[in-house]
């Protein structure tokens, strides 16, 4: 029966592992040893592990810095004698000797199920292409710059618009190069271009959305759909933009991922919420009035006569009168 | 010390136009003497003291009117003892330093008069005008200005203020804060008018004497105090904007033009116009002109709450330069940008409820489609009386607009109505 020794790093993942055969297993920095560690506050000869019933008898060789026991399944059914210097280690236990963690299993341990790859992560090798993003970053440009175009009523400046563009641009590929770093270090792969890809694809929705509920708002005269409606559906845009990129950068199942990135919206919702609870039922002596205006164009439909308008004054004035109620 | 030819020249000038001015005011100083010698006895120092710090808050002027000791002072003067009586009482204070407690028994917010009374005065009354007098004579303003003791400003008739539509007296002369509510006398020693505002370097204003016979009459004919204050105030507003409406709306609203649009004129003597356009500058990447009017009148109601306000503004815009998103983008700016004219605050009005829609008229020459904007609050204290918002602006062209709106404060609901008709039927784009 071999002997899987586990080297653990960050997070508890295996490093790198060392399989033993035979019964008796030595740890130590000492070449002379089954599993040779380089960690200079392990002692030469460390430690050595015995095969036992249910397990491996744990021995410590009076190493300078001792053995400690973080993990071990059984413990409970090994006999808690205290005078007893010598512990079991049941299949899957972890112990600590210097700066060094290391798990036992036996080579017949299960491991868990594979995991399916995400769609995006089996098209990854397209989304992360230059030839998708130099398009795409072209398109947000370009409906950012008519963006700004559109709305300038004074003088126009290149350096404003340039200012303005270059600050949102540069919010952008931070957060792709944030999300590189993110999957660098726990994939080993930064798929920066495919994270950047998303996030550009994601600003575009997001202008698209707007603008439709501008629209659509504006001739319904219902507010709502601009203050309300909107906001939401671009936090879902930030949940299921979050999800991509933890597909991308993480090992994380679906559920997990979802509940990772709309956990993180309903925060940003709960923030935002309470910012404004303040100013809930405060008084305001100006007048809100939705005061959205869009060109002839987008204009679909017709409107009231002056008569009907006139007459839908008067239920303006009843509830006034509710809200002028002295409490 | 030598004074070389030239300064003493001038210096022997300036003497000479001293001594001219001097002989001038002669006859005036000494009316003045006489008058404040005369009179001093009957104007009285107003006083609302806070019953907690038992301090004085607000002082003013007062004068007896007749023999029962009825002293007329400004409402704004004794507004707290009014709206909260159990916090404020009101005392006076003579000239010759003898104090004691008024008690207030009816007030004209619309005119900013108040009456009260001390049982314990004894001073002679002074005697009420009845006749105007005539432009341009010498009259002469009493009151404690700034607390320093009864002082009198001599200064000049200049008759009944025709552009607001309650009349004021112009008087030409220095009033400031502590002269309210003392009297302005003529030669002849008869209250003419009560002061009651200054729009500084020497033009004030005065409460016409007609007004505050009129409050002693109705006051007299009730012989006795108001009961609720509150309910007289508001019973006060809805008859003046109920009157001051019925006049406006029967008026016939003429018309001129803005750009391509026709705006209403001046509404004598209801509001003075305004106007401007960014046609001088150079950098102006669109056309707009505009015209504002508003009513001179604003009745006080207290600090942080007037009434009476009526404002109508219009605005024609030409894209220009700008495209046509540009061109709204602008448009929507200055369509985000209204507020009410008057002040108000949370204990006196509710929130403002707003609506919006399209609208297009539906006359043979006017069939534009429009974004119309009404927002209304209603008042806490005075039952039927709101502040209302109304804004209109044309959709249906990308190159121009026409934006037109209008405050009215202090209004009834079926006013409102009447007047939203009539001024969405007048100012138009056709």
Known sequence: MAVIIEVLGWGGKSRHHYRVEGSSISIGRGYQNDVVLSDSHISANHLRLDAVEGGWQLTDLDSLNGVEII????????????????????????????????????????????????????????????????????LVLIVDITALYANSFVEWQWKNALSSILFTQVFLLMLALFWGAVGRFLREEANFLGHYNLILLAALVYSASDWFFGVIGYNLSAEFLIVAVAPLLNLMLVAVLLAANFALATSMLARQRWI????????????????????????SPYPEYFSALELPALQIGGGESVDEFILSLDDLFTEADQLAVKK | MAIDKNTGRAIKFL??????????????????QTLFAENKAAILQIQVIDVTSGSKSVIGSGFVVNAEGLIATNYHVIQLAASKPEQYRIEYLTAADKTGDLQLLDVDVINDLALVSASDLGAQPLSLAVTEPPIGVPVFALGNPLDLGLTVVPGTYNGINQTSYHPRVHFTGSLNSGMSGGPTLSEAGQ???????????????????????????????????????????????????????????????????????????????????????????????????????????????????????????????????????????????????????????????????????????????????TKAVFCVRAYKDYPQLYDVLFLQGTVDDSRAAFLSHFTLAGVSQNNARAFVRKFMGVAKWP
């Not at chain 1, 006999?79 to 299993?105: C, F, H, N, P, Q």
């Not at chain 2, 003497?15 to 003045?32: K, N, P, R």
């Not at chain 2, 729009?199 to 009961?227: C, D, M, W």
């Open chain 1, 260 to 283: 990772t990135s709309v956990g993180f919206v309903l925060l940003l919702l709960i923030v935002s919420v309470a910012n404004q609870m303040q100013q809930w039922g405060e008084f």
């Open chain 2, 191 to 369: 209250v003419i008018g009560i002061n009651v505002s200054t729009a500084g370097n020497q033009v004030s204003f005065l409460v016409p004497v007609t007004a505050l016979h009129k409050l002693i009459a109705e006051y007299q004919g009730r012989a006795a105090a108001v009961g609720g204050m509150t309910q007289r105030i508001g019973q006060q507003l809805f008859d003046d904007q109920q009157e001051k409406f019925s006049r406006m709306l029967a008026l016939d609203w003429t018309t001129m033009p803005l750009g391509q649009a026709q705006v209403i004129d001046e509404l004598k003597p209801f509001v003075k116009c305004w106007g401007g356009s960014n046609s001088s500058s150079e950098k102006a990447q669109f056309l707009s002109a505009d015209r504002t009017c508003r009513s001179e009148d604003n009745i006080y109601l207290h600090g942080k709450f007037n009434s009476g306000i009526i404002e109508y503004q219009f605005f024609w815009l030409e894209a220009d330069k700008l495209n046509a998103p540009q061109f709204y983008a602008y448009y929507q700016r200055l369509f985000t940008d209204f507020v009410p004219g008057n002040k108000a605050d949370e204990k006196d009005v509710g929130d403002f409820n707003c609506d919006d829609q399209f609208v297009i008229a539906d006359s043979v020459e006017n069939q534009r489609k």
């Open chain 1, 71 to 138: 993990k071990n399944p059984s413990i409970n059914s090994v006999s808690a004698d205290s005078t007893s210097s010598e512990i079991v280690l049941a299949d899957g236990a972890e112990i600590k000797i210097g700066r060094t963690r290391l798990r036992i299993i036996a080579d017949s341990h299960p491991v868990d199920a594979a995991k399916e790859l995400h769609r995006l992560e089996k098209d990854v090798g397209q989304l992360n292409r230059f030839s998708i993003w130099l398009p795409l970053l072209l």
């Open chain 2, 15 to 32: 003497l000479g136009l001293l001594v001219c001015w001097h002989i001038g005011v002669y006859s005036q100083t000494e009316s003045a």
